[in-house]
Every structure is written in structure tokens, then in C-alpha cells.
């Protein structure tokens, strides 16, 4: 037996398997020895098992269990709702803010007339931050390249 | 004026609606009643009895936050079970156990393992006591690595079919299946040793 069929011969014990499979293995399930015997096995596992999991106590008194699970239920209670942020704040901060960021960082960048030569740049890529709490802006320019990446995360 | 709630006399269902407006002693029956099955849930895949405490809390505070979510279509305690065995999987996740356990689940992908162990021709449990049995399976379930003990808790005390254990366990259905072939063949091997070590 191969491990394909071992692995059918389980699958059809456990009722996994489509119709049209199932009779050719229940076929074999009689008919073959060895896989007569694998499937005794895996049926003699299965009824072991069945209903005979270890009942277990938790080790410590009911208030003492409780008070830990209340302490931490009042905790979060008394804990002050962030304020929601209305959803078509949301979907602006989400999606367009970034977008945003990144055509500001282009126009910058790109356009000549804005471009200050290297000499008197005083404000370097790298230091544009994002004013966004939950989304964050890295970039990179490699002069010699000519190039610059901006990688722009969302929280 | 509602009538007060008799707590210990109560059906699950009653606690349950109480419970969702906001009735914390009808939660605390909820959770006197059934803290013993989910932290034996808890321990049975984390085998650490301070991690099943912990966890099975942290399902109790999770239960209480998405109570509202409840509707009834299962039983409450198999709802609970769900929310204690999805921390656990997380939880032993995050650990990432160690090395063994991948020699053992390498061993158990190449299928050479199983294949090696002789078929147990005889029932290893026939003529036991449900103690007895009891003990047995559990000691030979702390033998098992962790997923293959999860597959077994998932598929065999959960009844969860291939497709749920998968999606639980964040894997295919074939590594399912291979899994749980090799911890039944694992199982009934561990259970017929057990079985030869008492016999006088």
C-alpha cells in the first residue's frame, strides 16, 4: 500500500471521502489484508478515543479563578473608548492621505521648477515625515542613480 | 419590575441573554459552570497547566467582549471552546516549539515514520477501565508533538471535520490528513506499549 491509499483508507473511514472514490477503497478495505488490518487499527484508535478524553478541575477555587477574569472585565470597562474617527475620515487617512504624500514627493522631487539644486537643499527626502499617525513615509535618493524610492507604510 | 434571576437554577440560556445587558453575576455562573471543560480544553493542547489557567481566563474575558455576538446557533460551552482553542493555536503559534517537534514533523512530511511502525493487530484498550483508559490516552497524547495532538483534540474530542482543522490549524487539508494518520498510528502504538509495560 502506498501512502496515498493508506491515507484514503483513513479518509474513508472518517466519511471524507466523495462517493465516487469510496467504493473502489471500501473494495480494497476488504479485500486487501493489509489494509483490512490498518483499517482495524485506525478504528480501534478512533473508538479509544471517542468520548474518553481526561476530565480535568481547574486548580484553583472558583472566586479566586473569577476575581482575575473580573479584575480584567472591569479594567477594560474603565478603560476610555477611543474617540471613532468618522468613516469618511477613515477611507480619506487610508487611501487618499498616502496617495497624497506621494504626489507632493513627485512634484517635489521630479519638477525642475521646484527641485532646488543639491547645493542649496536644505531639506533633505528622507526628513518629509508623515503628519499621519498611522501611516508612515521612508524615502531613499541615491544620487547616483538619479533615483528615489518612497516607501509609504500603512499601519 | 423584572423578576431577579435565580443564578445556580438558571439554563445556559437564560445567563446568556442576562449576561448580554450587561449581568456580570449571571456571566460568573456562566463561568462556574463550564470554567473546568474549557480550561480542559486549554490544557489538553498547551499540556502546561499555568498557560491553560491563563488562557482559559483570557477566553472567559474575550466571551464576555463578544457576547453580544452569541445567537445561539450552538451550544454556549461549544461557542466558548471555539474562543479558547483559537487562543490556543495562537498561542502556540507565537511559541514556535522547538526543534524535536520539526524533526518529528519532517519525519511525519517524508511519511517514513508511520510506515516503520508495525500495524497493532489487537485492540490496546480492550477489557480497560474508563479510568484507566482515560489516563492512558492522556499520557500518550503528551507524547504526541503539538500539531499532531492538535489535529487529534481538533478531529477526534472536537468532532471538527478535515476542511475546519485546516482552516483552524492555517494548513491543507492533505497535511491534515497526514498528520492525523500519523497520530492515530502514533497513538495506537503508544497505547499498546503502555498497555505491554503494566502487564506483570
Known amino acids: 500500500m502506498n501512502r496515498e491509499t493508506e491515507l484514503g483508507v483513513q479518509a474513508w473511514m472518517d466519511g471524507e471521502l466523495p462517493p465516487t472514490e469510496a467504493a473502489s477503497v471500501a473494495t480494497l478495505a476488504t479485500s486487501d489484508p493489509q489494509a483490512a488490518a490498518l483499517l482495524a487499527e485506525l478504528k480501534h484508535t478512533r473508538a479509544a478515543l471517542a468520548g474518553n478524553e481526561l476530565e480535568r478541575a481547574v486548580p484553583a477555587s472558583r472566586e479566586f479563578y473569577w476575581s482575575r477574569i473580573q479584575r480584567e472585565l472591569e479594567r477594560l470597562e474603565n478603560q476610555p473608548a477611543a474617540p471613532r474617527r468618522p468613516v469618511w475620515l477613515s477611507w480619506w487617512m487610508r487611501f487618499l492621505a498616502p496617495a497624497a504624500i506621494v504626489a507632493v514627493l513627485a512634484l517635489v522631487l521630479f519638477t525642475p521648477t521646484f527641485a532646488p539644486s543639491s547645493a542649496h537643499r536644505t531639506v533633505h527626502p528622507a526628513e518629509i515625515e508623515s503628519p499621519l499617525d498611522d501611516v508612515s513615509v521612508l524615502t531613499f535618493r541615491s544620487e547616483a542613480e538619479r533615483m528615489t524610492v518612497v516607501w509609504v507604510n500603512f499601519q | ?200
Open chain 2, 1 to 200: 419590575m423584572s423578576k431577579k434571576l435565580d443564578y445556580p437554577s438558571s439554563s445556559d440560556q437564560e445567563l446568556v441573554q442576562n449576561a448580554q445587558k450587561g449581568d456580570m453575576l449571571a456571566f460568573e455562573e456562566l463561568v462556574a459552570r463550564h470554567r473546568d471543560k474549557v480550561y480542559a480544553r486549554a490544557f489538553s493542547m498547551v499540556r502546561n497547566e499555568d498557560e491553560a489557567v491563563d488562557l482559559s481566563q483570557e477566553a472567559w474575558v474575550k466571551g464576555w467582549q463578544r457576547l453580544k455576538q452569541f445567537h445561539g446557533q450552538a451550544s454556549f460551552l461549544t461557542w466558548m471552546t471555539r474562543i479558547v482553542i483559537n487562543l490556543c493555536l495562537d498561542h502556540l503559534r507565537k511559541q514556535k516549539r522547538g526543534r524535536t517537534e520539526s524533526i518529528e514533523l519532517m519525519d511525519e512530511e517524508i511519511g517514513g515514520v508511520e510506515r516503520q511502525m508495525p500495524v497493532v493487530t489487537v485492540n490496546p484498550t480492550e477489557g480497560l477501565e474508563r479510568a484507566e483508559l482515560r489516563q492512558r490516552i492522556d499520557r500518550a497524547l503528551n507524547q504526541l508533538s503539538y500539531a499532531h495532538r492538535t489535529v487529534l483534540v481538533l478531529h477526534e474530542f472536537e468532532q471538527l471535520e478535515y476542511k475546519e482543522v485546516a482552516n483552524r490549524m492555517g494548513c491543507s487539508i492533505g497535511t491534515v490528513m497526514s498528520r492525523l494518520f500519523y497520530a492515530r498510528r502514533k497513538m495506537a502504538v503508544l497505547l499498546a506499549g503502555l498497555r505491554d509495560e503494566q502487564k506483570p
